[in-house]
Structures are given as C-alpha cells and as structure tokens.
C-alpha cells in the first residue's frame, strides 16, 4: 500500500484565537490550520457556537500538548436571562418553558452564588460535545434522544457578580475544566426560583492564556495577506503553554536515552509529576515525569528534528 502523502508545513506552535461568536469551535480550528498551511491542528477545549473568547489552537508537534492544556483552569464572563429555560441552555436553542421571576437583591443573590462554589457535582448538558457511544451528545439531542449522563466534579473557583438586572445578571467565573457554565447558569436560576439561560458567554483565560495574548480572524487573515512572516508573529512557541511545569535541561546522551525509552538518572533532582524537557541546544522536546529516586521517564515526545532542521532553527545553515 502506497504511504498516504502529508500535506502542509511542520508549523509547530500555538496561536492563541479570539474565537468569534457563530462558528464552531472546529470551523475556527480549520481556517487557522489553512491560514498557516499547518499539517496538523488541535483545539484545547471546545467553544459553544454562541460562545467567544481564548481558544488556543495547537499547531504540528504542540498538539502533543492538547491533552494538558485541556486540562488547565478557566474563566468566563456570562449573561443570563431569566425566566426562560432553553433546550440548548443558551439563547440559540428553542423555548423548554417560561416561569415567573422573583424580586431578588444584589445582596440575596451575591449570597446565593458563595453556595455554587467549590466541588460539586454537575450534570452535563445533552448539547455539549461528550460523545455517547461514539456520538456526540449533540447530535443525539437535535434527533430529540435524550441518554443518562453521570454526575461529574467540578470546581467553581470564584464567583463575582457584574451586574444585576430584575431579569437577568451577569458573573465573572473561574473554574476547573470540565464546568458547564449554561448548566451553572440553569442551576443559579432555579435557585433564584426561576429559570435561566445563557445569552453571551465569553472565555476570558484558558489555560494560561488571557484574551490579551488572542488574536481575532480577522486580523489574522490580514496577516496572512500581507506576508508569511507577518503572520508567524503570532506563532507562540509551544514551551510557553505550560508555564507551571518546570525546565529539565539535557544533554545529548540523556536525550538519546528517552528517545530510546530508557529512563535517565538525574543528579540531585526532586520529584515533579510533570517537567519541560530541554536538550543542549536549548530546544523544547517534550515532557517528562521525575520520581521520588530522581529517575527521569519520558511522558511525551516530539518528533526528533532533522539535522538541517536544527541547523536552521539556530541561524547556523549556510
């Protein structure tokens, strides 16, 4: 069988992305793929369609990393409107049903929301991209099928509210992953004894990443328009994404060593469940785990780059 050709660049690096509000989460994923012409692209978490905000896009050997930036915390600035629950748990969905709202204080309800945070349980909501036997729960949900989903735990960091209205309010959420903000919504509504739905939502950080580092379509588009170099500025290196693992300098046996799958005896070293692995040319290789005894095993590897690829990468090629 012929070996399947790649197409696109090894482009290897994140670009942090201002998703707009409409497209999808992938749609954005794809046009930056293209603009950059990477041969491989990842998201770190999917956005909702209404949805906007910080979507990191992993591009080439930093989609390695998706995994874990998925996993980092998150903050979002919300609306909801109430007395209207929504199929979708957001203004794009159909009317469920409608209910009455009370008269409530900024006060009653700054004391309402300490009692969402910290763990607890969260249902996820049928329109979300958890998959049910291969298949989305969104798709299920539009054919009307609805399956049980267990409980799962989440974090609610804080909770500030923005501003109240006596039909609708808005908070600043920081969370762990995996938290619903429209199924957080819902909740604080019916609390208030009535319903609610999510009308903006918008992703202020993700892992790391504020929406001081993003860039919107657009303006990447215009970079990539104007020139190629112009728009490989905002190509952030991919040791940057996990700022909170620390460097583990190696020389070029050590490298070997992992490269092979051996693990590596370090000198002096403290245990770290996770650490950015580094060789002597200072180039970012992947991550690593150290135990208590000081042994060094690989978690994740790049691909091992080419000899002129190094060449290059430092200035040093003729």
């Known amino acids: 069988m012929a070996r399947r050709r790649r197409t696109g660049c090894d482009i290897n690096g994140l670009v942090i992305v201002d998703k707009p509000s409409g497209p999808s989460s992938n749609q954005v994923l794809q046009q930056v793929r293209r603009l950059f012409n990477a041969n491989k692209a990842g998201h770190t978490g999917n956005l909702d369609p209404l949805a906007s905000g910080v979507l990191p896009i992993c591009l080439g050997e930093a989609t ?6 998925l996993d980092a915390d998150k903050r979002y600035h919300v609306r909801c409107q109430l007395g209207t629950l929504t199929d979708t748990g957001d203004s794009e969905g159909q009317t469920l049903a409608r209910q009455t709202i009370p008269e409530f204080t900024s006060a009653q309800l700054t004391q309402l929301l300490d009692t969402f945070m910290g763990e607890q349980w969260q249902v996820p909501p049928m329109f979300s991209a958890l998959k049910h036997q291969g298949q989305p729960l969104y798709k299920l949900a539009r054919k009307g099928v609805e399956v049980e989903r267990k409980p799962r735990a989440v974090n609610i960091y804080s909770i500030e509210l923005l501003e109240q209205q006596s039909d609708r309010f808005e908070l600043l959420v920081s969370c762990s992953k995996g938290t619903y903000i429209r199924t957080l919504v819902e909740d604080i509504a019916v609390a208030l004894g009535t319903l609610g739905h999510v009308t903006i939502l918008r992703r202020t950080q993700a892992a790391g990443f504020s929406l001081a580092d993003s860039v919107s379509l657009t303006a990447l588009q215009a970079l990539a328009e104007h020139s ?45 469940a996770g650490v950015r692995l580094f060789d002597e040319h200072r180039q970012f290789f992947g991550l690593g785990h150290i135990s208590e ?22 200035g040093q090629s003729r």
């Open 228 to 272: 190629n170099t112009a728009l490989m500025t905002r190509l952030i290196p991919a040791e940057t994404a996990l700022p909170d693992w620390p460097e583990c300098p190696l020389d070029n046996a050590q490298v070997k060593q992992l490269r092979f799958g051996q693990p590596v005896e370090l000198q002096s070293a403290s245990a770290c």
């Open 293 to 314: 005894g000081g042994v060094l095993t690989s978690i994740r590897l790049f691909a091992e780059r080419s000899k002129q690829e190094s060449l290059v990468a430092h």
């Open 64 to 69: 390695k990393l998706s995994g874990y930036l």
